[in-house]
């Protein structure tokens, strides 16, 4: 098949994907968020486990401890099933979303983690705990406070609309791609079927 040099160089079947980088370009705004998400998660898990163990310190072999109020058991079984659900929401998983819509939103996410934080500082020694126990529970507390002062404040900033429009424009960017990669590979199958007719 001749080709005119005026013409160019992709008209001969090349795919225009050649060039392409190997990897898609990085975004520095997702890649923030992610990291922000990973620490908070962590945060949450921490102070979920912390609440979980001082939970289960309440009771030993002898049965219940009945030094320890109630109330602070119901506290505690509210702390470790939040912090549960906002570790959870770390992954962007949609039931969770479904189920408690305000952790979509930063500013709700950041208010829940300090709430998280705060319930996991004051139980501190509410059960009895050991020095390391309370020093994890004192980790714990500040970890998940300050991710959830970054989440609130960044959520007044908007900043988590801006990352899901970040996220949107990156899928709407890879399916160009795998659109464009099947129109070529098409190309070449009727390139094919035309050589052998």
Not at 66 to 94: D, G, H, K, N, Q
Not at 177 to 189: M, P, S, T
Request: charged share 20%; glycine share 6%; proline share 4%.
């Amino acid at each position: 098949m001749l080709q005119n040099s005026d013409e160019p160089p992709v008209a001969d079947g090349a795919p225009l994907l050649e060039n392409r980088p190997l990897t898609p370009p990085t975004d520095s705004l997702l890649y923030v968020c992610m990291v922000l998400s990973i620490v908070s998660a962590l945060g949450s898990v921490l102070c979920m486990v912390v609440n979980l163990v001082s939970l289960l310190r309440s009771f030993d072999s002898r049965g219940f401890d009945y030094r320890v109020s109630p109330f602070v058991l119901i506290l505690r079984c509210y702390a470790v099933a939040i912090a549960f659900f906002v570790a959870l929401a770390e992954t962007e998983w949609e039931v969770i979303f479904r189920l408690w819509q305000v952790l979509e939103y930063w500013v709700g996410r950041g208010m829940f983690q300090i709430f998280i934080a705060t319930l996991t500082k004051v139980l501190a020694r509410a059960s009895g705990e050991t020095q390391a126990e309370s020093v994890l529970h004192d980790v714990a507390s500040w970890w998940l406070l300050i991710c959830g002062i970054v989440y609130t404040a960044a959520g007044l900033l908007c900043i988590g609309r801006i990352k899901r429009s970040h996220l949107r424009e990156m899928s709407r960017r890879q399916q160009a791609i795998k659109d464009l990669e099947e129109v070529h590979r098409r190309r070449a199958e009727l390139e094919a079927q035309l050589g052998h007719g």
